[in-house]
């Protein structure tokens, strides 16, 4: 790309966020009844049974030398609120059933929740539950328009990077920041994303779960700077996300009029990764519909959009790695009825039976799926059973997706006292339900368990 060329797109690129900036407050403040409070109650109510895991416990045991006066959703750690922020992060994506957005290509609430949560702690003075929501849709608006403009590179996951830009929104929403300097803020951190390539995640890498809370904190520092007068918005984005990370299409970057990416997003029902759900959804079909059990079935074969390609691999040795294996999710979907927290944890029984079964499952990039990519994720599924029969289905998105089947409020919460009992999961309601009247946000959340 040449010097001038290099100019051109920088300068689309600042627009382009000034405008996001501006239209997604503007968007957020004017919102009429939305999806933000079943957002958070899927959140926080994931991030307390995330908590619990052994890893994530092992995680914040070893931060017993940080200081500070908050503490994690769980109780299990306390710090500053930028460690806690990062802590919290990291426990809503380890059991991957955190709320996602496929135009996002990713998951904004666990990148923009936690950033307002320690933005509001460091506030200079009390912030109001309402004001407190308008950031997390703002900032969640912010974060899926720049998912939805990047075109990634294949090498790189979808964590860590383009959510950092939500996180800022949000941050410098609760600090009152001019339009001006949030667009700096916005900008500003895309210079500080992690790198986040595929093969960390398919090797079963803990420090994959990392890139989520380090995306928070670099979105709460782009805000610091932004709000000191170091940083202002060059469209730096265009050489960051769009020049490291993959392409950027500024034009992308538009708020749509109308409609609030907040309430399209989708609630997880499997602990796998989302590009797996439709074809687990499918098999319990087929299964259910046709009363068979693994071992009625001979062999799997599943189509998919080229999004699931990295998901190929068949040999997980922890439960991450199992988590974005396509052939061991389903064929986990063959042997158990549900994709639990437990299903697959190498040390458990579900996973030795789906191991033992996996070479039935075959699975492949189909191109006509592909291009149904971002409104759909479809799959198509054939079981082929012991008469020679073979029996096919398809979906074209996963249950819980906005546009097919999604999961009320009730549903979720529901989701949520599976995970981690009713009583846990009424406090997280409880205090979500009091935030729009909150005059501060930051003793509302003290009632988080």
């Given at each position: 790309m040449t010097h001038s060329e290099t100019f051109r797109s920088a300068e689309r690129s600042r627009q382009a966020v000034d405008r996001l900036v501006a239209d997604a407050l503007t968007a957020a403040e004017a919102r009429g009844p939305s999806r933000v409070e079943t957002v958070l109650v899927d959140l926080w109510g994931v991030g307390l049974a995330g908590s619990r895991t052994s890893e994530v416990a092992a995680l914040m045991a070893s931060r017993r030398r940080d200081s500070g006066p908050w503490r994690t959703v769980g109780g299990a750690a306390t710090g500053d609120a930028d460690t806690v922020a990062l802590l919290d992060a990291v426990a809503s994506c380890c059991f991957e059933l955190d709320e996602?957005?496929?135009?996002?290509?990713?998951?904004?609430?666990?990148?923009?929740?936690?950033?307002?949560?320690?933005?509001?702690?460091?506030?200079?003075?009390?912030?109001?539950?309402?004001?407190?929501?308008?950031?997390?849709?703002?900032?969640?608006?912010?974060a899926t328009r720049f998912g939805h403009a990047l075109a990634r590179d294949p090498r790189w996951h979808t964590h860590g990077h383009w959510g950092a830009t939500g996180a800022a929104m949000a941050a410098a929403v609760v600090w009152g920041l001019s339009a001006e300097r949030t667009a700096a803020a916005v900008d500003a951190s895309t210079s500080l994303v992690s790198i986040a390539p595929w093969e960390v995640v398919l090797q079963g890498h803990f420090g994959r779960n990392l890139w989520m809370g380090t995306a928070v904190r670099s979105g709460l520092d782009a805000a610091r700077l932004a709000e000191a007068g170091l940083v202002d918005n060059v469209g730096i984005a265009s050489s960051t996300l769009g020049g490291v990370v993959g392409t950027l299409h500024a034009d992308r970057l538009a708020v749509e009029p109308g409609v609030l990416s907040v309430d399209r997003g989708y609630a997880k029902r499997h602990a796998s990764c989302s590009y797996t759900h439709?074809?687990?959804?499918?098999?319990?079909?087929?299964?259910?519909?046709?009363?068979?059990?693994?071992?009625?079935?001979?062999?799997?074969?599943?189509?998919?959009?080229?999004?699931?390609?990295?998901?190929?691999?068949?040999?997980?040795?922890?439960?991450?790695?199992?988590?974005?294996?396509?052939?061991?999710?389903?064929?986990?979907?063959?042997?158990?009825?549900?994709?639990?927290?437990?299903?697959?944890?190498?040390?458990?029984?579900?996973?030795?039976?789906?191991?033992?079964?996996?070479?039935?499952?075959?699975?492949?990039?189909?191109?006509?799926?592909?291009?149904?990519?971002?409104?759909?994720?479809?799959?198509?599924?054939?079981?082929?059973?012991?008469?020679?029969?073979?029996?096919?289905?398809?979906?074209?998105?996963?249950?819980?997706?906005?546009?097919?089947?999604?999961?009320?409020?009730?549903?979720?919460?529901?989701?949520i006292a599976g995970l981690v009992g009713v009583a846990d999961a009424r406090r997280v309601v409880e205090v979500v339900d009091g935030l729009a009247g909150a005059a501060d946000v930051v003793e509302a959340l003290q009632g988080l368990p």
């Open positions: 996602g957005n496929k135009y996002a290509a990713g998951h904004p609430a666990a990148h923009v929740v936690p950033a307002a949560v320690a933005a509001a702690r460091l506030a200079d003075g009390p912030v109001t539950g309402a004001a407190f929501l308008t950031a997390v849709v703002a900032g969640y608006e912010v439709a074809a687990v959804d499918v098999v319990q079909h087929l299964r259910r519909e046709h009363e068979l059990s693994a071992d009625d079935v001979t062999a799997v074969r599943v189509r998919i959009h080229g999004l699931a390609e990295p998901l190929f691999g068949r040999t997980p040795t922890t439960r991450l790695q199992a988590m974005f294996s396509l052939p061991v999710v389903v064929a986990a979907a063959l042997v158990a009825d549900e994709i639990g927290v437990d299903t697959l944890d190498p040390d458990g029984a579900t996973f030795a039976r789906a191991t033992a079964v996996v070479d039935r499952v075959e699975v492949e990039v189909a191109d006509h799926l592909t291009a149904l990519l971002p409104d759909r994720r479809a799959v198509e599924v054939e079981l082929t059973v012991r008469s020679g029969e073979v029996l096919a289905a398809g979906a074209p998105n996963p249950v819980g997706d906005s546009d097919h089947f999604p999961l009320d409020r009730d549903a979720v919460v529901a989701k």
